[in-house]
């Protein structure tokens, strides 16, 4: 691959139309686009991995989606810088890496359903072990793409969210650039090869868009498997962001929930340094006595720390991600030291922190309020005559397909509708349908 034809700004389902040129650059566009949508706004009533605050704020969606999108932008203009010193004529767009980086960081979330990854979870199991299952054999009779359902993906669904045409809106969906699209495809490929993990890059809707993409942009066929697609090389740069900020923010806010203590909490951090840089954190640390502020602290060198160690793993290995054969994320490929520390939180997160009482809660809450709302809302567009579907239907926005002509099409258009809901508005609904909750006379 080439960085030439891979750093493209040509907008999706605007290939035709040249507009007049602006201040901001078509990446620094893509950024503005995001932030001022309604689907990114709905982030901030969206769980990260703890129930929305009370009166301890933890993270949401949306200040996940920020940090991932500020440390996106340093990892980008990193690699930014040392590629137009390696390339004097390359790419007029190379400067620009840090923006495309920053702007796919941004939407990287916006697919995933309410409840956090519990929320993908309860929708397979609907498909897959519950009510759902009897759809199969319908949809797979029709030609349709089942796995795309059992193996719900928040990463497909941003994919669909971003470009998909709704009724009423424009052809490309947000209309972005090629570059900041394929930014955010982690898994390039189709359900039918996610294998165990279950992760996969684009439904069966927008698959063609995906290869439309790939092409413009010279994204070859994998070296190890034809069926998939090489990662666009700007998207281990927005994993990494979201390995790095997630891995350190849990810790941060279990311990602010007092699911870890302030010790547990500092020791973890302060894993990452050794040698003399570890004395001199811990002096400046201790300059502050308020808890939060150390770790404040501790939070930004670790970021900063992880940043570089991941941004020469990149450029060290530029040649294997440019020709499709680079492997694993780039946090593994770190220096030992750094690599240990990150899997220590990882293992206490995982202990400790992913199975508390408060996250479990949320899960076992996602389950039952998505089997509900997904069987009431399939009902409703399988048998849209009925007198309780027509009062359903009449909840669901008109820019969902419920008139789909294909199985496939009607679970598909519920779907979009629930995924979209914030936790909030996906709990009201389900007190509202199921007459545990009245409007006030």
Not at 22 to 49: C, G, M, W
Not at 185 to 204: E, I, L
């Amino acid at each position: 691959m080439d960085w030439n034809q891979l750093l493209s700004g040509k907008r999706l389902g605007l290939e035709a139309y040249h507009e007049r040129k602006h201040e901001r650059t078509d990446f620094q566009r893509d950024y503005d686009r995001l932030i001022f949508s309604a689907p990114f706004r709905r982030l901030q009533n969206k769980t990260q991995v703890f129930p929305l605050p009370g009166s301890i704020f933890v993270h949401n969606r949306l200040t996940h989606s920020l940090e991932v999108s500020c440390v996106g932008r340093s990892l980008g203009n990193n690699i930014s810088k040392a590629l137009m010193r390696k390339y004097p004529d390359g790419s007029m767009n190379l400067p620009e890496i840090g923006s495309i980086v920053s702007a796919a960081c941004l939407a990287h979330d916006m697919g995933n359903p309410p409840f956090g990854h519990s929320g993908e979870r309860a929708i397979s199991a609907y498909f897959e072990e519950g009510n759902g299952k009897k759809w199969e054999e319908q949809i797979r009779g029709e030609g349709g793409r089942w796995d795309d359902f059992a193996h719900f993906e928040g990463n497909a669904n941003a994919m669909r969210l971003l470009t998909h045409q709704f009724i009423g809106r424009r052809e490309g969906g947000f209309a972005l650039t090629y570059s900041t699209i394929a930014s955010i495809v982690k898994y390039p490929y189709a359900s039918t090869y996610a294998g165990d993990k279950g992760k996969f890059g684009f439904f069966q809707s927008e698959e063609a868009t995906y290869r439309r993409i790939a092409e413009e942009l010279g994204i070859m066929p994998s070296p190890a498997d034809s069926h998939k697609f090489a990662r666009h090389p700007l998207v281990y740069l927005v994993e990494a962001a979201d390995d790095i900020c997630y891995q350190i923010m849990d810790i941060e806010d279990a311990c602010k929930l007092h699911i870890l203590t302030t010790d547990e909490a500092l020791g973890l951090f302060l894993g990452y340094f050794e040698g003399k840089k570890l004395e001199h954190v811990k002096n400046v640390m201790c300059l502050v006595r308020d808890t939060n502020e150390q770790l404040a602290y501790l939070r930004s060198c670790i970021i900063g720390l992880l940043v570089d160690e991941c941004s020469h793993v990149f450029l060290r290995n530029e040649d294997k991600l440019l020709d499709g054969t680079f492997s694993g994320p780039l946090i593994k490929g770190m220096g030992e030291a750094a690599v240990k520390a990150y899997d220590n939180c990882t293992e206490v997160a995982v202990r400790k922190i992913y199975k508390a009482k408060e996250v479990l809660d949320i899960e076992l809450a996602g389950y039952h309020i998505f089997s509900h709302l997904i069987d009431s809302f399939t009902e409703a567009v399988m048998s849209p005559s009925h007198a309780y579907s027509k009062l359903l239907l009449q909840r669901m926005p008109e820019q969902y397909n419920a008139n789909a002509l294909d199985t496939y099409g009607k679970i598909q258009c519920v779907l979009d509708y629930i995924s979209g809901m914030t936790d909030v508005y996906a709990l009201d609904l389900y007190r509202k349908i199921t007459g545990m909750s009245l409007p006030a006379v």
